[in-house]
């Protein structure tokens, strides 16, 4: 069974453009979270979706946001990149409210 | 808002040292799950425990979950190199739809 994929693995912008990350969950998952972890951090969580829709969201400013299609990937959106953007950006799946959660390998941001 | 605190927060150790990680909070989980992290990479579930005083046993890896279900530890025997990484706890916060992730302990095996 093909695990959470993502793309691209690495990601070089430069500060004010806006980058655009691509997750694919695990067949039959409906539940995508976005997480943002910088360098020697913990994980941040960033959003989440589910059928569909947006379910919740961290303390991230508007500048964050994604969408998931009909067929349950996801993209993730980061407008007017700052220099602090440069993290792991981390993409996991589940089955709608199970607590396990699936991650992929993550695409590194570089804003400079 | 819910956190959960892992201690300690580094810990270097020889090859065929035993070792504890905690994790702690101060509320109620309905569930722990443990993950490990090695660098550049995403976190890979290692359990799950969902029954107050709970212990489950992963070949070396000994996790249990407190009475309360407010706190949790990892226990490593003998580790090994292979072991090194990034140990996280994490659950999901009650009623707010959000999935919390602990501090990490960084986990240095030394061959």
């Known amino acids: 069974e093909a695990g959470v994929t993502q793309s691209p693995t690495h990601l070089i912008k430069t500060r004010g453009q806006q980058a655009t990350l691509r997750c694919s969950p695990i067949?039959?998952?409906?539940?995508v979270y976005w997480y943002q972890q910088a360098l020697g951090l913990g994980l941040q969580f960033l959003l989440w979706?589910?059928?569909?829709?947006?379910?919740n969201r961290g303390n991230f400013p508007p500048r964050f946001s994604g969408r998931q299609f009909p067929n349950y990937s996801s993209e993730l959106n980061v407008n007017a990149l700052e220099l602090e953007d440069s993290a792991l950006y981390l993409c996991?799946?589940?089955?709608?409210?199970?607590?396990?959660?699936?991650f992929g390998p993550g695409t590194r941001l570089t804003v400079t | 808002t819910q956190l959960l605190e892992q201690s300690p927060q580094f810990l270097s150790i020889q090859e065929g040292e035993n070792l504890t990680v905690y994790c702690n909070s101060s509320s109620v989980f309905s569930s722990l799950q443990w993950y490990r992290q090695e660098p550049g990479e995403g976190p890979v579930l290692l359990v799950t425990?969902?029954?107050?005083?709970e212990v489950k046993k992963l070949k070396r890896l000994t996790f249990q979950f407190g009475d309360a279900r407010k706190d949790s530890s990892l226990h490593i025997t003998a580790a090994q190199p292979g072991d090194t990484g990034l140990y996280l706890c994490a659950g999901p916060s009650s009623g707010t739809y959000k999935y919390i992730f602990g501090t990490g302990t960084r986990l240095k095996v030394l061959a």
């Open positions: 425990v969902v029954t107050g005083g």
């Open positions: 067949s039959g998952h409906t539940s």
């Open positions: 996991a799946s589940s089955s709608f409210l199970e607590n396990e959660q699936y």
């Open positions: 979706y589910d059928e569909g829709e947006e379910r």
